[in-house]
């Protein structure tokens, strides 16, 4: 009788670790949880760095029900005048430690603010893996003008995910609003939202792809179907939330993680006993096909993914992305602790 006593006080008491604060706007609670990381057996699109599965405990928390809209980041711009990476004067030494050594340095014309934009091909290509064949440094692209195209200059739709934002933009974006970015192993466990056996966040059938995610379904990258709708970036919400209630946990932006990229991490963590409790990553990057950049997780998948070339709008696909890196197609959502929000 005691211990039910206990049990109603402790309820009732405001901090008790029982208790979960009022939802913050535009948030959602993720309940704490087990499950299993990493690619499923029967998926047949699966990478080795999503290898091999591992049980991991997830801590209860907040998370974004959207990736963070122009409309939120441009209060952060207007409250705080944070410029971003794409938008200072770029810095050739910083540049060139990234590169291999001796590489020659660009003309002046080159080295001006700017960022990575889309651009398709006119003709189909035979070899998908260099991807600055649909890649272009844009000059003037930033968050507030996705193409780079003088004209475009402040014409920015509020309801689409901000993207042309660097890790350290997503940084000081969350340090303005008291959040963090989440781990790898937070996003994917929010994503699969307790679907243990589902490869996708809706289910199993790739055939339901375009009614749940905006991809690229067509000939990649010449010409987009838009079976789903958009041809590039699509309103955040614009698809069904999964059972978490989050929205565009597949497609639309990649998203930032707080971990570091290492391709033996996963194998790593199997040899652990037992439950990895809320891992952080590893303690450092290792990608041994880009060895001269420290990359950090991104999930999720975007508008470019394409089954021909790359299927990451699986829950367990990841890839790795320079910190200072910005692109056309890369946003971020966050997510905050009870102990934050108290």
Same mark, same amino acid.
């Given at each position: 009788m005691k211990n039910i006593f206990k049990v109603l006080?402790?309820?009732?008491?405001?901090?008790?670790?029982?208790?979960?604060?009022?939802?913050?706007?535009?948030?959602?609670?993720?309940?704490?949880?087990t499950f299993e990381q990493g690619?499923?057996?029967?998926?047949?699109?699966?990478?080795?760095?999503?290898k091999p599965r591992h049980k991991v405990k997830i801590d209860g928390f907040f998370m974004d029900v959207t990736v963070v809209t122009n409309k939120k980041f441009k209060e952060f711009i207007n409250e705080t005048g944070?410029?971003?990476?794409?938008?200072?004067?770029?810095?050739w030494n910083e540049?060139?430690?990234?590169?291999?050594?001796?590489?020659?340095?660009?003309?002046?014309?080159?080295?001006?603010?700017?960022?990575?934009?889309?651009?398709?091909?006119?003709v189909p290509l035979d070899n998908l893996n260099d991807f600055f064949q649909w890649w272009?440094?844009?000059?003037?692209?930033?968050?507030?003008?996705?193409?780079?195209?003088?004209?475009?200059? !402040? #014409?920015i739709q509020d309801d689409l995910p901000v993207v042309h934002? %660097?890790?350290?933009?997503?940084?000081? *974006? +969350?340090?303005?609003?008291?959040?963090?970015?989440?781990?790898?192993?937070?996003?994917?466990?929010a994503a699969r939202a307790n679907k243990k056996d589902n490869?996708?966040?809706?289910?199993?059938?790739?055939?339901?792809?375009?009614?749940?995610?905006?991809?690229?379904?067509?000939?990649?990258?010449?010409?987009?179907?838009?079976?789903?709708?958009?041809?590039?970036?699509?309103p955040v919400k614009t698809y069904p939330a999964n059972d978490f209630g989050l929205f565009g946990m597949a497609g639309n932006v990649w998203e930032w993680t707080s971990d570091w990229y290492n391709v033996n991490y996963y194998s790593e963590l199997s040899n652990t006993k037992g439950v990895c409790d809320n891992p952080g990553g590893p303690l450092k990057a290792y990608n041994?096909? !880009? #060895?001269?950049?420290?990359?950090?997780?991104?999930?999720?998948? %975007?508008?470019?993914?394409?089954?021909? *070339? +790359?299927i990451s709008y699986r829950i367990s696909a990841k890839m790795g992305t320079s910190p200072d890196s910005s692109l056309e197609h890369l946003g971020f959502r966050t997510v905050a602790t009870k102990k934050m929000i108290k």
């Open positions: 006080i402790c309820l009732t008491l405001i901090g008790c670790e029982t208790s979960i604060p009022s939802t913050p706007e535009g948030m959602v609670w993720i309940p704490g949880g690619a499923l057996d029967s998926d047949q699109y699966a990478m080795q760095h999503e944070y410029i971003t990476v794409a938008e200072r004067a770029v810095d540049i060139k430690s990234q590169l291999p050594e001796n590489t020659p340095k660009p003309h002046d014309s080159v080295l001006e603010p700017g960022s990575l934009v889309f651009k398709k091909s006119k272009k440094w844009k000059i003037g692209a930033n968050w507030n003008n996705v193409t780079g195209d003088k004209n475009n200059i !402040n #014409i934002v %660097s890790y350290e933009d997503a940084l000081a *974006y +969350c340090k303005w609003a008291n959040r963090r970015l989440p781990t790898e192993a937070e996003w994917e466990y490869i996708f966040t809706w289910g199993n059938n790739i055939n339901e792809l375009h009614t749940n995610a905006n991809t690229w379904e067509g000939d990649f990258p010449v010409t987009n179907s838009q079976k789903d709708g958009y041809e590039r970036l699509a041994p096909n !880009n #060895i001269y950049i420290q990359e950090k997780v991104i999930k999720g998948g %975007s508008f470019l993914c394409n089954q021909s *070339y +790359c």
